[in-house]
């Protein structure tokens, strides 16, 4: 676990220089597999929740802790210019992020306080676990519903 900590801490230091000396291509490629990681995760925590994956402890913290250890990522230094939706065809990024980054960081910022211990609040039973989910669905919604297009 610590070098995995400290590959993302080495990560997000360097993530600034590295993306703006990279295609907006394949900058995009990082920030979606970055959201694909956050949603397997997410995944995880959800169907525990719904009762669709028993309920595993273990299991359920090691996707909190994954998550808390993604929104620790520089995630906003994938939003370069030139990577937004009437950019490029594959991004679900809405030119908004560039026009409002102060409230896109906050949003962003919104989703690290969710998530911040949950992988205590996901410890206990399975209960626990949506109550946990809906602070941090609460958190993507609330970015994704100003900052995504809509599918």
């Known amino acids: 676990m610590r070098h995995m900590l400290c590959a993302a801490t ?36 959800s169907g525990m929740a719904r009762g669709n994956i028993d309920y595993d402890e273990d299991r359920a913290a090691a996707a909190a802790a994954n998550l808390e250890a993604l929104v620790r990522y520089d995630a906003p230094g994938l939003f370069v210019p030139e990577t937004s939706s009437d950019d490029l065809a594959n991004s679900g990024a809405l030119p908004a992020i560039w026009d409002n980054p102060e409230d896109f960081g906050a949003k962003f910022a919104a989703l690290g306080d969710a998530v911040a211990g949950s992988t205590d609040a996901v410890r206990g039973g399975q209960g ?14 609330d970015c994704h519903d100003d900052y995504r297009k809509p599918e």
């Open 10 to 45: 080495l990560a997000a230091l360097t993530l600034p220089a590295i993306a703006h000396s990279q295609s907006a291509e394949d900058v995009l490629a990082a920030r979606q597999g970055y959201m694909k990681l956050i949603g397997l995760n997410t995944g995880v925590l």
């Open 128 to 141: 626990n676990v949506g109550a946990a989910l809906q602070q941090i669905g609460g958190a993507c919604k």
